[in-house]
């Protein structure tokens, strides 16, 4: 809350007379205690609403596992959907002993935080368990990002290899830069020393989640190669299409559901006055979030519906759902200081990155079976550089605190400076997964421990290394074999007037 009441007892005796110090004490005592029951309120609703948030992030996890089951080739189903759950398993651990602590472990240095290993010391005035929780399922959701570009050719030990270290150490060190108030670039450092007088503005994780996400599957996947068959000998791409067209929308409608934690969630308390005794508050805002998460998705969608319809003369769903998710990996950055007006702006250019992404991974022989790299870098990198444009200095105050004179969108006449912060944390990211990932993924692959052999890549991940198939099948036995239904075609009526068919 905003504000508290306070009563004087001194104060009431003079207007109750000279013997009025008891009934003073008494009214100040009970007001005290209205008091403390308003601040108790303010508490439990901001930690039930962070704590919802945070049950609506975790819950992309199953979106994340639709999504990537129905993308892959029905053989490795089971090995993609294994992944997904121990991308949770391992990245709790980890943040909980690591990760956490480089984050928000505070007081620290610029670079990286040293308290809090292992939640010790821990709630303090500043975080509670609501914190770590929230923070814990946006820390998975990276990994999950990068599970979908090395799919259907990674050992399983590699899986445990990279999720827990990018869970426990290099997703973290991020997230410390730009979200906690010790950060060198974060926009909430309280010394006043804030990069470019502004700070990084990655609300929600345009950058921190999606672009660290999708960086880490891209030198994954540069670094294991292509998947067997995906482009013939001539360097032409061939389709190895995902098996399940309605698991795709259904993780798509999932992980839809779940933004509305991701985004609307990142200011992590809702009730905050910003004018008191109006509508002007932060639960407005965090509806406004909302609002701008769903335009710039919804705009993404349809104009990668018709992008790709010019270009390979089909309506796809797939094609369509990763446009969305693009959208909404963009809009992430900059959800709660833009209008829904430059939300459509948004999502209309992520689409464009997307299919332009695309055919440079096409040009490059670039293998990523769920466009991940593509969809969460590409689009994560222009949603940063999106809200440098269109950002609102009113709703900069509102979020990170009154700042005269702070630099806003270039083109709402907030100056170059936000550009040039934002440009910085594109190139800081980049540079840190890379160095740590991409050092990772190479040494898994000297170790002989990436790539699983050609042999069992062709038979599939789930009958080499998981004991059988996500489905039942009867290849082997015809009696088991469906009957195909084939095309009934009308025949001119036989000299005898009967009608007859073909099936």
């Known amino acids: 809350m905003s504000g508290s ?19 003073a004490d008494y009214i100040c005592g009970q007001l005290s205690t209205v008091n403390n029951k308003f601040t108790d309120v303010a508490f439990a609703v901001d930690n039930t609403y962070l704590l919802f948030s945070a049950y609506l992030v975790f ?22 959907m294994l992944t997904n759950v121990l991308d949770a398993a391992a990245g709790g651990l980890f943040y909980y002993l690591f990760g956490y602590a480089f984050a928000f472990g505070s007081p620290s240095n610029g670079f990286i935080g040293k308290h809090n290993f292992g939640l010790k010391d821990f709630p303090s005035a500043s975080a509670d368990y609501s914190n770590f929780l929230y923070q814990w399922a946006f820390a998975i959701a990276a990994a999950g990002i990068t599970s979908g570009s090395i799919a259907e050719r990674t ?3 590699a899986y445990l290899i990279y999720s827990s270290f990018l869970t426990g150490f290099v997703y973290p060190v991020v997230s410390h830069w730009f979200w906690s108030a010790d950060g060198w670039a974060s926009p909430f450092r309280t010394d006043g020393d804030l990069l470019f007088s502004t700070g990084a503005i990655d609300f929600a994780g345009s950058g921190v989640v999606h672009m660290v996400g999708g960086i880490a599957g891209l030198w994954g996947a540069l670094i294991e190669g292509p998947r067997l068959g995906r482009f013939d000998n001539g360097g032409r791409a061939i389709a190895l299409r995902g098996h399940s067209a309605s698991l795709v929308v259904l993780g798509t409608f999932l992980l839809w559901f779940g933004w509305y934690g991701f985004n609307p969630g990142s200011f992590n308390k809702i009730l905050v006055t910003y004018e008191s005794g109006t509508i002007n508050g932060q639960w407005s805002a965090v509806g406004r979030t909302a609002v701008t998460t769903t335009l710039a998705g919804c705009t993404a969608a349809l104009t990668t519906l018709f992008g790709k319809r010019l270009l390979s003369g089909h309506w796809n769903v797939t094609d369509v759902c990763n446009g969305l998710l693009g959208g909404f990996a963009a809009i992430t950055g900059g959800c709660s200081v833009v209008e829904p007006w430059a939300a459509i702006i948004c999502g209309f250019v992520a689409a464009l990155v997307l299919l332009g992404c695309n055919k440079l991974a096409e040009k490059l ?8 790299a593509q969809l969460h870098g590409g689009c994560g990198a222009w949603g940063l550089i999106f809200t440098a444009l269109f950002a609102r200095e009113k709703y900069l105050n509102q979020i990170y605190g ?65 004991g059988g198939f996500a489905y039942m099948y009867y290849d082997d036995d015809e009696s088991h074999k469906a009957i195909q239904l084939r095309k009934v075609e009308h025949r001119s009526p036989s000299p005898s007037g009967v009608t007859t068919t073909s099936v």
């Open 5 to 23: 009441l306070s009563c004087s007892a001194a104060d009431l005796a003079v207007l109750l007379g000279p013997n009025a110090t008891a009934a």
């Open 59 to 80: 819950s992309m996890q199953l979106g994340f596992a639709m999504l990537c089951a129905g993308s892959v080739r029905a053989k490795n189903t089971m090995n993609i």
């Open 155 to 157: 050992q399983f030990v």
């Open 365 to 372: 022989k670039y293998d990523d079976p769920l466009e991940a």
């Open 402 to 466: 009154e700042k005269p004179g702070r630099p806003h969108g270039l083109f709402m006449g907030g100056g170059g400076k936000l550009l040039g912060a934002q440009l910085i944390q594109i190139l800081v990211i980049t540079g840190w997964v890379s160095a740590t990932m991409g050092t990772l993924f190479f040494i898994l692959k000297k170790m002989k421990l990436l790539r699983i052999s050609a042999e069992d890549e062709m038979a599939g991940m789930d009958m080499t290394r998981h």
